[in-house]
């Protein structure tokens, strides 16, 4: 068994149950000390990706036949060691990702925490049975496997987001084709290692490393394909929409977010900056779930902008692998140079920078940035529209709960909203008007729980619902079935 501790890895390709090289290979950087090459991935060409496929396609009726038991024992396994082995691998997540180890051991045992949930809907396959209209007749409708379904995963969760689609695709009988980002192929490349020993026919699951925009396109016109899922940014999100309705592949798309927490006056003052804390720039900000918009009530606001104020001067800004860190860089100079970009926008749109903004120069090259908080600013401002990905957020502030409501619910996106207040009325009255996927009171609008449905509305989210028995609906297809005994 390889350790993802060893020195300098190879991030190879895992397809029909082999290890291959891509095309050429691509250094895996450390975003907190740039001197630190992790690995060398596999960038794959067309023919890397036509072969996984293949392997997939070939593999597909084999896993589609097998048992509940077969499906849960190799699902359990896969959970049982990632869980054993969490800190590894948190460790090697957060030095690709740049999360702090706290979030990475975090992140690698939530993905564990899937395998095993879905170890157990395996064994919970839902159907359904009705009388026919007709006398005598018998229908059930079976919920059946969809076939090969390509998965395409971001860098900002580099092993919870490809184990919530892999565990349920592989749950329920499909076989796959994972394209990792580019920029954290560590994560992927141990997963599959340990699905490569967890009795999974070859085939059954493949990894291949390389550009989106090169490999993503392919993945989608080639018709052994039948569905995709996505997690990632909204232009690529709908390029990939447009593409699959083309082809007519069922798709599901997780996109951005412009995530409101709204603060109330009759708020628990600690337990929302608490919240905002967490909500917008914990995992320096990476989050589509993250608290960007902080939607605060008159009677509340100096208080709570004073308070989260002393709480960022006190973050401590670092290396990722450093236990002290509580807030590691950002992924990459791309990255960074955009979230300095909107840094900039809002200075200029009238933003008052009540801290932080600046790019930290520390002891070693990586690419940190002091957290952003604007005040003063108002939703029609790019700041507020517009998904930073960055750990930067801005405060508008709002007369009372009805324009706060108002503020939160005028956005393109809808994945996840918050809400901080005592009060009973306001917090029931958020929780059926919010216009998101996912509502929080007195809690961040990031970090949510693995066994329940994850997913947006408006323009954060398209088709069925991620995560929990409900991504059942995604990864199966239905059959009606009529009998006459
Ligand atoms: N909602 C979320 O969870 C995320 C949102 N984002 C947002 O996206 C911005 C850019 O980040 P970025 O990583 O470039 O996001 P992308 O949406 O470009 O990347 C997400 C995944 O899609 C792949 N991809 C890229 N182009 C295509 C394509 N044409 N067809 C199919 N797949 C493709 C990527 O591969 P490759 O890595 O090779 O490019 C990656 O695996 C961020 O600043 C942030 O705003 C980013 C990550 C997650
Ligand atoms: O906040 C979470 O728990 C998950 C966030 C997420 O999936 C994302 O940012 O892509």
């Known amino acids: 068994m390889a350790s993802v501790e060893a020195g300098a890895m190879r991030f190879d390709n895992f397809i029909a149950g082999e290890w291959a090289g891509g095309q050429s290979r691509v250094e895996n950087i450390n975003p907190s000390d740039t001197r630190d090459v992790i690995g060398l991935a596999a960038r794959s060409g067309a ?50 990702e740049g999360k702090t180890l706290a979030e990475g051991i975090g992140e690698a045992a939530r993905a564990g925490q899937i395998f095993k949930f879905f170890a157990g809907e395996a064994l ?20 059946e496997p969809v076939g090969v379904i390509g998965l395409i995963t971001p860098w ?12 349920p695709a592989l749950a329920y009988g ?36 390389g550009r989106g925009s090169e490999l993503g396109p392919r993945m989608i016109e080639n018709p052994k394909v039948k569905a995709i899922s996505f997690t990632g940014s909204v232009p690529t999100g709908r390029g990939i929409a447009a ?72 973050l401590v800004v670092g290396d990722a692998l450093d236990p002290k860190t509580q807030m590691g860089p950002v992924v990459d100079e791309k990255q960074l140079e955009q979230d300095l970009a909107y840094v900039e926008i809002a200075r200029q749109e009238g933003g008052r920078l009540a801290f932080g903004g600046d790019r930290l120069t520390l002891d070693k090259p990586g690419f940190y940035m002091a957290p952003a908080l604007f005040t003063e600013t108002t939703h029609a401002m790019r700041i507020n529209r517009e998904e930073v ?7 508008v502030r709002v007369r009372d709960y009805d324009e706060a409501l ?49 997913g947006g509305t408006k323009g954060s989210s398209f088709g069925a619902r991620e ?5 059942v609906e995604f990864y199966t297809t239905v059959k009606t079935a009529y009998t006459q005994p």
């Open 47 to 96: 023919a890397d990706l036509d072969r996984a496929i293949d392997a997939a396609h070939a593999a597909a009726p084999g896993w589609a036949a097998s048992t509940p038991q077969q499906r849960f024992d190799v699902l359990d396994a896969v959970g049982t060691e990632i869980l054993a082995r969490k800190e590894e691998l948190g460790r090697l997540l957060a030095r690709e």
């Open 243 to 314: 593409a699959c309705g083309q082809h007519l592949k069922k798709v599901q798309l997780e996109m951005g977010g412009k995530n409101p927490l709204v603060v109330l006056d009759d708020a628990d003052l600690d337990v929302a900056v608490g919240a905002a804390l967490n909500g917008a720039f914990f995992s320096t900000g990476q989050r589509c779930t993250a608290s960007s918009r902080l939607v605060v009530t008159e009677g509340i606001h100096d208080r709570f902008v004073a308070a989260l104020t002393e709480k960022l001067k006190a």
């Open 389 to 395: 990905f960055g750990p930067v957020a801005s405060v």
């Open 467 to 471: 995560q929990g028995r409900y991504a």
């Open 406 to 454: 108002a503020v939160a619910n005028d956005t393109d996106f809808g994945l996840s909203s918050g809400i901080c207040t005592t009060s009973l009325k306001h917090a029931s009255d958020f929780k059926a008007k919010s216009q998101a996927g996912m509502v929080l009171v007195n809690l961040p609008t990031a970090g949510v729980d693995y066994h329940v449905p994850f």
């Open 156 to 167: 900002n969760f580099p092993i919870a987001i490809p184990a919530w689609k892999v565990a």
């Open 174 to 209: 499909n076989a796959v084709v994972l394209k990792p980002a580019e920029l954290v192929p560590g994560c992927a490349w141990a997963l599959a290692d340990i699905l490569s020993r967890s009795g999974l026919p070859a085939g059954v699951f493949n990894l291949v490393g």
């Open 124 to 143: 919970r396959l839902p159907g359904e049975r009705l009388a026919s209209v007709r006398p005598g007749i018998e229908i059930d409708m079976r919920r």
